[in-house]
């Protein structure tokens, strides 16, 4: 059985990318976990990555891709929640620097953008006009992901 890639706007698309980024990030902690790094090294390249990319990542979800929907719909209250949530997880640096922390954010964040991937933007690609798709293109131009590799404890 294959699976077939999901299609998607191009104003979606590029959003979508930047998923493959926070995925990565989440392989980058299971690593690091396994590696059995210190965790104060991983939580500062949480928070980092944090604050570089999902904040403007969450920013552009909440203010172009949810309206879409209405702010009632379960699937949109589900995602801001889980948003709220990994802003709480990574407001501080000490606070993460746990195994257990650093890996409920990794699990969160996974849980998250394959809900996203999966079943939310599904929906909203089916039933964005034409004109929210293009507000959506208008507003968010995918950027050159760059990481920080001061401290490359996944390697």
């Known amino acids: 059985m294959s699976t ?21 990030f989440g392989s980058k902690i299971r690593m690091g976990l396994k590696k059995q790094i210190e965790p104060d ?3 500062k390249y949480a928070v980092w990555f944090y604050k ?5 990542h969450f920013e552009i979800e909440e203010k172009y891709l949810f309206p879409v929907m209405s ?4 699937m949109i209250q589900r995602v801001l929640k889980e948003h709220r949530m990994l802003a ?3 407001k501080s640096e000490l606070e993460l620097a746990t195994n257990s922390k650093l890996e409920l ?10 809900f996203e991937e999966r079943v939310l933007f599904k929906e909203i690609g089916s ?21 920080n590799l001061s401290d490359p404890f996944w390697k």
């Open 4 to 24: 077939k890639p999901i299609k998607r706007h191009e104003a979606i698309q590029s959003i979508s990318r930047e998923h493959y980024q926070g995925l990565l």
């Open 41 to 43: 090294r991983m939580a």
């Open 52 to 56: 570089e990319h999902l904040i403007p």
């Open 71 to 74: 702010p009632e719909n379960e």
């Open 88 to 90: 709480d997880l990574c």
């Open 105 to 114: 954010l990794e699990k969160t964040l996974e849980a998250h953008i394959r």
């Open 127 to 147: 039933i964005a006009t034409s004109e929210q798709l293009e507000l959506i293109n208008k507003h968010h131009k995918e950027e050159k992901f760059v990481d």
